[in-house]
């Protein structure tokens, strides 16, 4: 019996040469290989989906949808702004700004001629460290800059004897105006509180204002 079937069972070398069983096995690897390749084909098109897909990533769309919402929302508050509380703009028929304007020209006309006499004094070669001012730069420092100081009688002491320039005490970098004294005492001076309390005392309605735009805040002296 065992012989018999071994006799009825093929041997692998004969299946393998039978046709039949050869097309069988060529049909299930194709088979085979065709549902891979599906699931291939399947797999990168869900990859590039989401890779390169049209809309934006979700967060992207988040943020956006958040911004747009900022938006509208000052959208809707600047219209209630504009509807209850328009903003003033300033123009030249507001008689408020108007008078401001011309004052702020009178006061930088009024101002500027001991500006820049003091400037050039001071920052060019006109004058050498430690030399005296001539009369006529004397006297006017001494009118328009020096009698103004809120410590003038601080400063010109026991008497005035000149003006001198000079590089100042600390700040070794840059130069002021000097007062020395008959006595041979020498106190630097800041020219712009000169001419601040110059402006508060002459235009007291707009010195404030004034100040505030045309200065740099502290001033040493």
């Keep these: 019996n065992v012989a018999a079937s071994n006799r009825s069972l093929p041997k692998k070398s004969d299946q ?3 046709p039949q069983f050869l097309d069988n096995t060529s049909l299930a690897k194709a088979w085979w290989f065709f549902l891979l390749r599906l ?8 990859a590039s989906g989401l890779l390169s897909a049209p809309g934006r990533p979700w967060c992207a ?7 747009e919402e900022e938006a509208s929302s000052a959208e809707k508050s600047s219209a209630v702004l504009s509807v209850r509380d328009p903003p003033k703009y300033h123009r ?5 700004y108007r008078k401001w304007k011309e ?3 009178e006061i930088l ?10 400037k050039e004094i001071l920052h060019s ?26 410590r003038s009688g601080d400063k010109i002491g026991c008497g005035l004897d000149s003006i001198m320039v000079d590089r100042h005490p600390q700040f070794r970098h840059s130069r002021c105006l000097f007062v020395v004294r008959t006595d041979g ?3 630097d001076f800041s020219y712009q509180k000169c001419l601040l309390a110059y402006i508060q005392d002459k235009y007291p309605s707009f010195a404030e204002r004034f100040i505030r735009e045309h200065f740099k805040r502290g001033s040493s002296g």
């Design 92 to 96: 030249w028929d507001d008689p408020d």
């Design 103 to 105: 004052k702020e020209e």
């Design 16 to 18: 393998c040469s039978d």
């Design 109 to 118: 006309q009024d101002i500027e001629p001991i500006i820049s006499l003091t």
């Design 185 to 187: 005492g020498w106190i």
């Design 39 to 46: 699931r291939l084909q399947r797999y990168d098109r869900l």
């Design 125 to 150: 070669d006109l004058y050498m460290d430690g030399e005296h001012l001539t009369v006529a730069d004397e006297e006017a420092a001494v009118e328009k800059l020096l009698c103004h100081h809120p």
């Design 61 to 67: 769309a988040a943020d956006s949808a958040g911004l």
